[in-house]
């Protein structure tokens, strides 16, 4: 049994270091993952890049990594009772830590949990609050009594397990918010990986008409949205979105969803290709205002506009069950995987930063 742990370190923008620590004491309420993959998205990217000061109050040194899947390493009584594991099975571990007792967390609204003295969530948490380890970038990783995890079905592998997280994103955002049907046409802003399972999971919950956007840098991604499900893709620098949009609805969408992180302009297109009475949902963090917010429009169209703040519970389980089902190759979503010693390189790769690699999904195996 290994005595110390490794880690990828990030000590501040742009800056990430190998580390070990100590194999911390596990109890009867808590649990030690032996992390074998962990995802990484936008929000890692932006964390590494220093954008979320202002948004995400980070202490650093800290361990990121908030998509982790492993194998329960050691667990203790209590522990395995509530959460219906042993050790040696499969996880997927949610990134909030909920107190369970505010009165969001009474409500099953988890997501907005105010009971902490500080934001409790894998990957953004200080090495300086014990046991250290709380982030997926590693080889092993704490389990909070609190913490809340998914037994992985027998069959999926630990690289392809942690798409649960992006789908996730897909059922919540794309479908369980803006209340998704038989004949819904929706359109989707931006054709990331969360962009991707928006689209996968508002088709198969029966959408006649799924549109996804991108660049023409994401013809990759496009294509294969097409491949996963989507009906038409639209690239916005070689056609006129909202006409196109407009012209393909028969005068708008149902439902619209922003996934796309820091441009504004998505915003304003959300609302021009919206139906009257339709809905927006709101994925993408900006980290600044939205000029000439189009806030008239919004009143006198009808529309709701939603904010989209994580996923909770069913959402992660149903997208383990559409991984399960083996109804679509969402395994193509993944592109790139990397050991732990290269997390940096990881990051920069879904980031576009090194030239000739098309990312979509990464993943770190440790």
Known sequence: MAERVIAAIQTGPRAIELDDFPRPSIGRDDALLRVEACGICGTDVEQYRGQLEGTIDLRYPLIPGHEPVGVIDAIGADAA????????????VEPFLPCGSCSYCRSGAYEHC????QMMSYGFIGTDVAPTLWGGYATHMYLHPKAVVHKVPAGIAPETAVLFNPLGAGVRWGVTLPRTTIGSKILVLGPGQRGLACAIAAKLAGASLVIITGLTRDRHKLDLAIELGADVAIDVEREDLVTRVRELTGGGADVVIDVSAVATQPVVDAVECVR????????GVKG???PDFPSDKIVLRGITVIGARGVTAPGYREALSIIDSGALPVERMRTHQFALADAELAIQTLAGEIEGEDAINVVIRP
């Open 276 to 283: 009257p009475g339709g809905t927006i949902v709101l994925g």
């Open 288 to 290: 600044h205002t939205v």
């Open 81 to 92: 009772a509530r959460w219906h594991v042993r050790e040696g099975d499969r996880v997927a």
């Open 114 to 117: 105010n009971g902490w003295a």
